[in-house]
Each structure stands twice: as C-alpha cells, then as structure tokens.
C-alpha cells in the first residue's frame, strides 16, 4: 500500500507564499500522478492542482498562476508551492495517489484516486 504524508502547511498573511510536500512511500516505480485537494470548512472538497506521471500539469482557474505543482523523483516528493494566498485559500490540503494517469489536461476523476494523506492545513489571515 502506498503512503502519503503531508508537510509544510501553517499559517501565513496575505499575499504571502507557503510550500507544502507530499512524500510518497511504498510504491516502486516513478510515474505516478498525484493531485493537491484541499477543503475548507462547511465545503466540498476540491482537487485544485495536478501531476500527472509524464509530469504534465493542470491547475483549475481559481489558483492557475498562484501555485505551482513540482516532483523531486530522487525524494519521491511531489510539492504545492503556493503564492499570493488569499483567505479563500484556507483549507486542509491532501494529496491523492494514482497510479494509472499519466497525462493530464484535466482534473482526473476522484474514483481514479487510491491512496490519500492525512493533510495539512493552511490559514491565510488578513
């Protein structure tokens, strides 16, 4: 079974930056997709960011040219790097393990999804 653990959340003002890191365990090869969902309290969760396998991204609009999602192979870590956060943005972060999506152009469907991390939260505060 894969595990992931989340790292990195906390709180930060707006407009500032935070990086969180998704280590992946317990899966032996490489090409994997991982998304970045995020839920705030009293709504629904959403995927908001993407890796796919080949290293293809996709972001949904709401967070396109804020965050940028990167994999550091060697570590097996996937990374949300997050820029001009605002408060909307507060939320428990996850990521989520596939091991069948290679390219992305969209958000891959949930049922797609195997494995999830515990999260991290974030709170962007004025």
């Known amino acids: 079974q894969v595990q992931l653990v989340e790292s990195g959340g906390g709180s930060v003002q707006v407009g500032g930056s935070v990086r969180i890191s998704c280590a992946v365990s317990?899966?032996?090869?490489?090409?994997?997709?991982i998304t970045w969902f995020r839920q705030a309290p009293g709504k629904e969760r959403e995927g908001v960011a993407v890796i796919g396998g080949d290293d293809s991204t996709f972001y949904i609009g709401s967070v396109k040219g804020r965050f940028s999602v990167s994999r550091d192979s060697a570590k097996n870590t996937v990374y949300l790097n997050m820029n001009n956060l605002q408060p909307e943005d507060t939320a428990v972060y996850s990521c989520a393990f596939a091991s069948s999506v290679l390219y992305v152009q969209y958000m891959p469907p949930v049922g797609l999804f195997e494995d999830w991390g515990q999260g991290t939260q974030v709170t962007v505060s004025s």
């Open positions: 317990g899966y032996r090869w490489q090409s994997y997709c």
